[in-house]
């Protein structure tokens, strides 16, 4: 089981002991990513993840910092994504007080040095061009742009690389002052770790932060009435294609369940309708995916493939086919039974990594304020029922939803609307 706490400064605390394993993770997650950002700020929350990693008045440089986790035996990184930000360090379960020692420095001590901000700025924007230069990761962009337009679950990539450009450093001390405080800080630890010494390092090292957090995130308003389609003409090998639908379904969703199983039936493993149809039987794409994205007002369901330029219709209508069966038939008792097998059986193997419970645990209170247990999830997915996916798919699965985004040498007059017909 899990325990929860609360500190005087609003620090959210979540300690899951793990006995049958030698090692501990740590997590910080802020709950704050780049929907927070406005025009004026774009891509700080991105910059300033990598700036928290430059150096602390205790540790001067990144190699002191990577050095201290590096002579243990550790892992640590950052990420960033739309709705939040996570830092994490996984070490040997002795190592403990250095993992949130370390953390607690780079989250409280920064020095923000402006050599080392025009040193990042570079690298930042050298992985911004990694993306744009890699297909299928430059296509979830795409897609998302056509998404969600002008808001920042949309931003593109060049607008956000332009804006790296020129970000100060009072720019990004003014957003960790906003948004690095205690109220939107939830430290999630898991592994062979004793509650009370895990409080009692959490206080010592990050009981004296204050603050509360500014602001807020801006809410997405859907009006879509038709399908959309956006192309992006570039002289590669294959077409890559996103298509997707948007759905009703946020992360707090009744349905994120039904959701789950669904993708799972559809597209989200190898025995799934779509690897089986487009790969095995139609030959049209090495791999194809489908996945969804729940944020905390919306989502969308999508799959994603590469095809020869000459079948990129064909893989696109043999896509919009299976959303028309899943929609218009039921599934099989069989076809539901294997997909929750499937989903449970992920669950029971991400409970044996203290990285991925640290982090399940510190999403939920982050994002959502309250903790579902593994034994609960499941539960919940037994439930799903074929009626559940028929009453889902109904409803996501409508011509007006349909969003298709298209990377490479396509046709560029090829009217698409006439392609995306539910």
């Avoid at 899951?16 to 004026?40: H, I, N």
């Avoid at 250095?98 to 920064?110: G, K, N, T, W």
């Avoid at 020869?308 to 209508?317: G, H, P, Q, R, S």
């Avoid at 193997?349 to 939920?364: D, R, T």
Wanted: charged share 30%.
């Amino acid at each position: 089981m899990f325990k929860r706490f609360v500190e005087k400064n609003g620090l959210r605390v979540v300690i899951r002991p793990m006995r049958d394993t030698r090692a501990t993770s740590v997590f910080v997650l802020v709950g704050v990513g780049s929907r927070y950002e406005t025009k004026k700020n774009m891509g700080a929350s991105h910059f300033l993840e990598h700036m928290l990693f430059k150096g602390t008045r205790k540790r001067p440089n990144s190699l002191a910092i990577a050095s201290e986790i590096d002579n243990v035996g550790g892992s640590f990184n950052g990420f960033t994504g739309k709705e939040f930000t996570g830092f994490y360090v996984k070490v040997a379960s002795k190592h403990l007080p250095l993992a949130i020692e370390v953390l607690s420095d780079i989250i409280c001590h920064s020095k923000f040095e402006e050599e080392e901000i025009e040193r990042e700025r570079r690298v930042i924007l050298e992985e911004i061009n990694s993306i744009h230069d890699t297909p299928d990761e430059y296509i979830l962009k795409l897609y998302f742009s056509l998404l969600y337009g002008d808001h920042p679950l949309g931003w593109d990539i060049v607008k956000t690389r332009e804006k790296v450009k020129t970000l100060t450093r009072d720019d990004l001390v003014r957003f960790w002052r906003r948004y690095y405080t205690p109220d939107n800080l939830v430290i999630s630890v898991a592994g062979r770790a004793e509650a009370e010494k895990v409080l009692s390092l959490i206080r010592k090292y990050l009981g004296g932060m204050n603050g509360k957090k500014e602001d807020g995130w801006l809410r997405i308003e859907e009006n879509q009435t038709g399908p959309e389609f956006k192309v992006n003409l570039r002289k590669i090998d294959q077409v890559h294609l996103c298509l997707g639908v948007r759905t009703f379904i946020h992360a707090s969703h009744r349905d994120r369940y039904a959701l789950q199983v669904l993708n799972i039936i559809l597209g989200g493993n190898s025995s799934s309708r779509l690897f089986i149809k487009v790969r095995e039987k139609l030959g049209l794409a090495y791999a194809i995916d489908s996945g969804y994205e729940t944020f905390l007002d919306t989502g969308t369901f999508l799959v994603q493939a590469a095809v020869d330029l000459k079948n990129t219709e064909k893989a696109i209508k043999a896509i919009l086919e299976e959303f028309k069966q899943i929609r218009d038939k039921a599934v099989s008792i069989e076809e539901l039974k294997r997909a929750k097998n499937y989903l449970m059986g992920k669950i029971a193997l991400s409970l044996e990594n203290s990285s991925g419970v640290a982090y399940s645990f510190g999403k939920q209170e982050l994002l959502l304020r309250k903790i579902e247990s593994p034994d609960e999830t499941i539960r919940k997915i037994r439930k799903v029922t074929r009626k559940d996916i028929r009453r889902v798919a109904e409803k996501i699965f409508q011509e007006k939803n349909l969003n298709l985004a298209l990377l490479g040498p396509v046709e560029k007059d090829k009217n698409w609307d006439e392609v995306l017909k539910l």
